[in-house]
């Protein structure tokens, strides 16, 4: 049987040293956690050790949010830019970049006024791919501010979007 060093269960933070994050640490205990559990349903240790451990708390991440100003300036820059429009629709949802660069207008109801989230983009040994959301949540339905919509409307009337993308492409991008 092979030689295991004795571990006692304690302050993982003055065991690792404080060079670890918080939250590294607590993803190591859970893979340690997993593996010494599965050790115990093969009955190969009587007991799992890293059961009662004390780990540091979960912080929760604070998200950073955009004050009006700042909003204001980035859109006005965005105008500059040549994408306005779509960084006006992310700022309205709060879409991620991978949903919105997924969107198509079928996606997009005028009647309603929602648009339909069911796709996102993301990178996968390299090359953009267009797949379904991780979970269930996010596949959902935003409802539009009017203001919003009527932008969107007069860019599929006019036919120009950003960056002279033909508004009957599968996909709005901007760089």
């Known amino acids: 049987m092979p030689f ?21 640490v607590r993803g190591c205990h859970t893979t340690l956690r997993s593996a010494l559990e599965m050790a115990v349903s093969k009955k190969l240790i009587a007991r799992n050790p890293a059961d009662g451990c004390r780990l540091p708390p979960a912080k929760p991440r604070e998200m950073q949010v955009l004050t009006p100003d700042e909003v204001q300036r980035l859109l006005i820059q965005a105008k500059e830019d040549g994408c306005y429009e779509l960084l006006l629709l992310e700022t309205a949802t709060g879409l991620r970049r991978g949903e919105l660069l997924a969107l198509q207008w079928d996606d997009l109801n005028f009647k309603t006024g929602t648009l339909r989230v069911e796709r996102q983009v993301h990178r996968a040994k390299g090359e953009l791919v267009i797949s379904q959301p991780k979970t269930k949540a996010a596949n959902r339905t935003i409802i539009l501010p009017a203001p919003l919509l009527g932008i969107l409307k007069g860019i599929l009337q006019t036919g120009t979007l950003p960056l002279d993308v033909p508004p009957r492409q599968e996909k709005m991008t901007c760089p």
């Open 4 to 24: 295991l060093p004795l571990f006692t269960c304690g302050d993982y933070t003055s065991y690792y040293g404080s060079s670890l994050s918080d939250q590294t």
